[in-house]
């Protein structure tokens, strides 16, 4: 989504943000590629798992940033939906159809076995459909296994439309805002707690996050960084402790801070002052956040291909290709090991290419004509519903009445103009 509008129409820049979510997303798909490449057995890619909150929250500034000031009544709260569902929901089917071809090419081919098996379960095909996979953890990472925070963010859209619907100050926002912290959080710690990974797939993760980002915006709109020589330092700052994060490898309570640590670099880098911030607002890291969504999506897509091709390729050669290894922070994984080191590292530089090729395609044939579809949709249906309002009400005698006399207890909501993030 765009982020470059500040809520109450001044233009804010912003583009840091979208070069740090394009550089996130990109190592989150060389994390996802199970060849033994050269970083493959690197502590700080293995432990890559915290980056996602960084996204959810950026995914709840934004949302505060774009959203707040818009939800004000029923119509304005479904055409939230409508954009916010058209936003995640085309690309998702789409990336699911691709995934069909292959029971599809199992079918054709007659190969022995189910056509459905394995990730690519019947049994998980409606929670992927209608993303509710993230609450059923044993479904959570089938089919198009990164979809599962889409499902998460969901849960958090429809909590902050009902959030800002209801509350129109800002202090019974940071009063709803921070229950929902509390309550998501102590969930997410009790399921970290529950397991040997750290690496939770649940709503609460998606919702503590994406509230932490919601309330950040309200700190940084009224406690905005302006000195340049401060946010020059404290971005030099909060970049080592990102970077830090990688090897720090948090767990139990102590994984919080990473919300912490993420918040803070969010929020100095969101008024894009520093030398790190022209770095992060470059043309590639500016094309990276572009299309860091469908990237991401389409990433698993190309892994499940990846290794259906190697696994055809094993039985026909008679040659084994995979191999079960062992990696720092996870039990033993099921990765490709390819002869020499060079092939191993080819296919990665190959799988990267596919992804950003295929990315910037998706973006334009999917992405981009899906968001602006479901953003008119969203305001006509918006409008078509306020028209009903001002319809003359009938009387008892059937006499019509005036839409004044119908609207004239209702509050009148003067809504800023300003473009919208989709």
Not at 116 to 145: I, R
Not at 151 to 161: D, R, W
Not at 227 to 254: K, N, Y
Not at 273 to 281: H, N, Q
Request: charged share 15%.
């Amino acid at each position: 989504m765009p982020i470059g509008e500040h809520a109450k129409g001044t233009e804010m820049r912003m583009q840091s943000i979208e070069g740090w979510r394009g550089i996130t997303a990109l190592l989150v798909v060389l994390f996802h590629i199970y060849v033994a490449h050269s970083l493959f057995y690197e502590e700080w890619l293995r432990y890559l798992a915290p980056v996602l909150e960084l996204f959810f929250i950026i995914s709840g500034f934004v949302m505060a940033l774009g959203f707040g000031d818009k939800v004000t009544d029923t119509k304005s709260f479904v055409g939230y939906l409508i954009r916010r569902g058209g936003r995640i929901w085309p690309l998702h089917l789409a990336m699911l159809s691709l995934l069909l071809l292959i029971p599809l090419l199992r079918f054709v081919m007659q190969t022995p076995g189910d056509l459905f098996s394995g990730k690519l379960s019947l049994e998980a095909l409606p929670y992927q459909l209608l993303l509710l996979q993230a609450w059923n953890p044993e479904l959570a990472l089938t089919w198009n296994h990164p979809s599962w925070t889409l499902s998460g963010e969901i849960a958090a859209y429809v909590l902050m439309g009902l959030i800002v619907w209801v509350a129109r100050s800002e202090p019974l926002r940071w009063v709803l805002g921070l229950a929902m912290i509390a309550i998501a959080g102590t969930i997410f710690y009790q399921e970290m707690q529950a397991t040997e990974n750290y690496n939770v797939l649940s709503v609460s993760r998606a919702v503590t996050g994406f509230f932490v980002g919601f309330l950040l915006f309200y700190v940084w709109r009224r406690f905005p960084l302006k000195q340049a020589r401060v946010a020059m330092v404290l971005e030099v700052v909060t970049a080592a402790g990102f970077v830090a994060i990688l090897f720090w490898h948090p767990t139990g309570l102590s994984y919080f801070w990473c919300h912490a640590i993420y918040a803070l670099l969010l929020y100095v880098y969101a008024s894009d002052l520093g030398f790190m911030s022209r770095i992060m607002s470059t043309p590639p890291m500016m094309w990276l956040g572009k299309h860091s969504y469908a990237m991401y999506m389409f990433h698993g897509v190309v892994t499940t291909w990846i290794m259906l091709v190697v696994h055809f390729i094993e039985a026909r050669i008679g040659v084994p290709l995979t191999d079960s290894v062992v990696v720092p922070g996870a039990p033993r994984v099921h990765a490709i090991v390819l002869p020499e080191q060079w092939m191993n590292d080819l296919l990665v530089v190959a799988y990267l290419g596919v992804v950003l090729i295929g990315g910037r395609i998706i973006y334009v044939v999917v992405e981009q004509p899906t968001r602006i579809y479901f953003t008119k949709l969203g305001k006509q249906v918006e409008a078509n519903m306020g028209a009903a309002e001002k319809r003359p009400a009938p009387s008892l005698k059937g006499e019509p009445v005036s839409a004044e006399t119908v609207n004239a207890p209702k509050a009148v909501h003067q809504r800023t103009d300003h473009r919208d993030p989709g």
